[in-house]
């Protein structure tokens, strides 16, 4: 090989090697990994509401930069078809006073009216890990009222209790919990209380009832509407006790069918990378539906989130009504 040549090969290797770091200083790496983050949360918790056929949330924080996503997972079940009542997840209890009556939401269903006091339906499940409510649950049951009379309905754990009240409404009561940093112990917050107003619940017919609890939201939807909520922060006391139907010092009259308890199965938290943020007025929650498309109680409209760039640039996401990610 000449001088020449050897040149003329340096040459083009030097051409090629420019042309190489030009298209590396071209790539965005800090746009690709901030706007990339987001959407593999966003479509990880999507994927997680179709697997589960379960609720699930991404939280931001645009203070921090911070992005939570939360997945429920059912955790319980109980239909009322035979005696004892058998449970998903091999969770069985014991009736003690309680009937199971025909006409139910679906099949039978379980009644405490004409009972006596203190009859109920108890299930073990503190004996089962799955039931820790701390960050956040959902309970899902049909009930069918016959008279305006208040009583206790259910009782999970010593944690959450759901009554009937006078005038057909209903009553929700979360025992909550917070970590002293002085002991270095859990410490009692006190008790959420939630309350609707008269005339909720319709009588004589079945009524769909969800009580929803994500650590800064409790709420009562009846029929999917929302009926009454109030802000909540605090951590749900450990499940120590059984779930308790009815079992109050006077019967519930009326019946309960189609009881589905959900609790946060999976979480992860991740940050925005340096030089990317978000803007003040973010969205704050974006809620998934059971079956991947956005909670449609909560977003009306397909969700936008922006990125900004600290040299100026912006990128937009986009989440649809049916839960996908562009």
């Known amino acids: 090989m000449t001088l020449v040549e050897l040149l003329m090969v340096m040459g083009l290797l030097a051409l090629l090697l420019g042309f190489g770091v030009g298209s590396i200083a071209g790539l965005d790496i800090g746009n690709y990994g901030a706007t990339g983050l987001i959407k593999s949360t966003l479509r990880s918790t999507s994927n997680w509401s179709t697997a589960r056929h379960a609720p699930a949330r991404v939280r931001i924080d645009p203070t921090t930069g911070r992005i939570a996503a939360e997945g429920l997972a059912v955790v319980g079940t109980w239909h009322f078809e035979k005696q004892p009542p058998q449970g998903a997840f091999d969770l069985d209890g014991d009736l003690l006073g309680a009937e199971l009556v025909e006409g139910g939401f679906v099949g039978k269903a379980l009644s405490f009216t004409g009972t006596g006091a203190g009859s109920s339906y108890e299930v073990p499940v503190q004996t089962d890990p799955a039931f820790d409510l701390s960050t956040g649950f959902q309970i899902q049951l049909a009930l069918r009222p016959e008279n305006a009379s208040g009583a206790r309905v259910l009782l999970l754990g010593k944690s959450v209790q759901i009554e009937a009240t006078s005038k057909f409404g209903m009553k929700v009561t979360v025992a909550t919990e917070r970590f002293d940093e002085e002991t270095g112990k859990s410490v009692s917050a006190g008790n959420a209380i939630l309350e609707t107003p008269a005339g909720v619940l319709q009588p004589d017919i079945w009524n769909r009832v969800l009580v929803s609890y994500d650590r800064a939201l409790l709420?009562?939807?009846?029929?999917?509407?929302?009926?009454?909520?109030?802000?909540?922060?605090?951590?749900?006391?450990?499940?120590?006790?059984?779930?308790?139907?009815?079992?109050?010092?006077?019967p519930w009259s009326g019946s309960i069918d189609n009881l589905v308890i959900s609790a946060v199965g999976a979480s992860e938290e991740v940050f925005l990378p340096e030089g990317a943020e978000f803007p003040a007025d973010t969205i704050r929650e974006i809620v998934f539906a059971a079956g991947g498309g956005l909670d449609r109680s909560i977003h009306e409209t397909p969700v936008a989130i922006e990125v900004n760039f600290e040299d100026g640039r912006r990128e937009t996401i986009r989440v649809g009504m049916y839960g996908t990610v562009e």
Not at 239 to 245: D, E, N
């Open 219 to 250: 709420s009562i939807f009846v029929e999917g509407v929302s009926v009454a909520s109030v802000a909540e922060e605090g951590t749900v006391l450990p499940t120590r006790s059984p779930l308790v139907l009815g079992g109050g010092s006077r």
